[in-house]
């Protein structure tokens, strides 16, 4: 699963999503189910924009989205039959930049955090969906972050990981008039390991209340690559 992630680099997102125009800033470092993400979506022609969402969807056959229990992550797998998400894999994908993302392993009986990241230009374009449900507040857009089986730097830690996109899949996903499963699903793989690293991190990250640049710093020479 992926249950926290943060975006620590806002510089690049125009170029690299053809936004048109220029994001907001927006620095987390522990960005929880339940708070508002910056999330892009296709507007056709190539072009993207990037709006906010809460992550975490509630399922559409439930009937108070304050009671009900959000969904943070998808299963790739029988992605297209699920009623939960069918209708907004065919017609509302979205990419949720990240910087890196979080897993919790176990050691000596306890949860430790780790944390992975890539090189280049830092920032990973994770596969989502989205709906828009109406609430006596208006609407309410949320997004949830599609999961794939761990490749082998997250596996040690977790047997899941979000689903990160290549990037030369990234405008196909976000491309509102593609609706053939075949040509999305190719997308919806384990990104190659030598694309990543990870190491552990502090356990304040546990704490959804903590935030800044100190919860993705190394505290061990331990590092995982490809």
């Known amino acids: 699963m992926c ?5 620590a680099v806002t510089a690049g997102l125009r170029e690299r999503f053809s936004l048109d125009f ?3 800033l927006f620095e987390r470092y522990n960005i929880s189910p339940g708070q508002e993400v910056p999330v892009v979506v296709g507007r056709g022609g190539g072009e993207a924009t990037l709006v906010t969402m809460r992550w975490g969807m509630v399922p559409p056959w439930a009937r108070d989205h304050h009671g ?3 969904i943070i992550n998808a299963r790739v797998e029988g992605l297209s039959e699920r009623p939960a998400f069918r209708d907004a894999y065919f017609h509302r994908r979205c990419i949720i930049p990240a910087t890196g993302f979080f897993e919790w392993g176990n050691a000596r009986s306890q949860k430790v955090p780790w944390y992975f990241r890539t090189g280049g230009d830092g920032i990973l374009g994770l596969a989502g969906l989205f709906e828009t449900r109406s609430t006596s507040n ?3 857009p949320m997004c949830v972050i599609i999961t794939v089986a761990a490749n082998e730097v997250v ?3 977790h047997p899941r990981m979000p689903a990160i996109l290549p990037r030369t899949c990234e405008g196909r996903w ?3 008039t593609i609706k053939e499963s075949n040509q999305l699903f190719d997308c ?5 390991g030598g694309d990543l ?3 552990r991190v502090s356990q304040r990250v546990n704490n959804p209340a903590h935030e800044g640049p100190g919860l993705i710093r190394p505290i061990s020479e331990v590092l995982i690559t490809g």
């Open 3 to 7: 249950g926290r992630f943060s975006i």
């Open 22 to 24: 220029d994001p907001l």
């Open 68 to 70: 009900a229990e959000p």
């Open 138 to 140: 208006g609407d309410l």
């Open 155 to 157: 596996t040690p830690v």
């Open 174 to 176: 976000l491309d509102p």
């Open 188 to 192: 919806l793989v384990p990104c190659p």
């Open 197 to 199: 690293e990870g190491y």
